[in-house]
């Protein structure tokens, strides 16, 4: 089940704690750049959709929309935004492999939705991230409390298609995933701050920005494999099922909820 997606892009958090060091992160490319550079790789990942794939008449319908949505983008990014909204549905025509594309549009409208003038469609300044990986910058801190500035990058997706269902796992530079099985997979970041011996800890969120995607069909977390390569075994040794996928794994109760996720 697709589900819309809260993807936050700065936050401020308020905590007891004492001060710990960050690094500063690379700018990222402008919103202007990174559109244009989304909707061209859109463009030339349709233009190689192979025939056995996907019908002349719907392979030149999608290269139709992707081209008009890069044309839109400057001026009218929401118009571009829902042209892209078009190219998804079309994409429903085209037989396996269609993983990137679907990824390629999730870029392209995060980058979109960056632009100034796509405040109207919930985007503009609210969408714009000014890092490429996650980063932590404290801004004031004493004996009895930490204010932390958290700055995420922009998400990138990976298309797995699982039996006849398409899922996009998310990722954001920096940050690992969250670590339920079976539950949708976001990307989360650990960071350790000194606190003075037998303090408490309360945490504050004071403020967010951010940006809402529809339609995302999050990959379930999946537990890992011991190894990649199976090792020789002897008698006495771990089971060979040790070093194996293990079966896909999805919460049905957990896509079925309309609660928030994370609460």
């Known amino acids: 089940m697709a589900t819309r997606l809260l993807v936050t892009t700065a936050l401020a958090v308020c905590l007891f704690a004492v001060p710990a060091a960050s690094a500063a992160a690379p700018k990222p490319p402008s919103p202007s750049t990174a559109a244009k550079s989304a909707l061209a790789r859109l463009a030339a990942d349709t233009r190689k959709l192979p025939s056995s794939a996907v019908k002349r008449t719907d392979k030149a319908a999608l290269m139709r929309l992707a081209r008009r949505a890069a044309r839109a983008r400057k001026a009218r990014p929401c118009r571009a935004i829902g042209l892209l909204a078009r190219y998804r549905r079309r994409l429903g025509r ?3 492999p269609r993983g990137q ?3 390629d549009v999730l870029a392209a409208r995060v980058a979109l939705l960056a632009l100034p003038r ?3 469609c919930g985007g503009g300044r609210r969408a714009r ?3 490429t990986e996650a980063t932590t910058r404290v801004v004031e801190s004493d004996a009895r409390h930490l204010r932390l500035r958290i700055a995420l990058p922009a998400p990138t997706f990976a298309s797995h298609r699982i039996g006849r269902a398409e899922y996009q796992q998310m990722f954001m530079e920096g940050m690992g995933e969250t670590g339920d099985v079976g539950r949708p997979g976001l990307p989360t970041m650990t960071e350790f701050f000194g606190l003075p011996e037998g303090a408490g800890v309360s945490v ?3 403020r967010t920005r951010g940006y809402r995607l529809n339609g995302v069909n999050l990959m379930p977390h999946q537990p890992e494999p011991v190894d990649q390569e199976l090792p020789p075994i002897g008698p ?3 089971s060979r099922s040790d070093f194996l996928d293990d079966p896909f794994v999805k919460s049905g109760r957990a896509y079925r909820s309309r609660a928030a996720f994370p609460r």
């Open 118 to 120: 796509a405040r109207r």
């Open 129 to 131: 991230t000014t890092v």
């Open 204 to 206: 504050k969120v004071n």
């Open 236 to 238: 006495g040794g771990p």
């Open 101 to 103: 594309l679907e990824s």
């Open 94 to 96: 085209v037989r396996r």
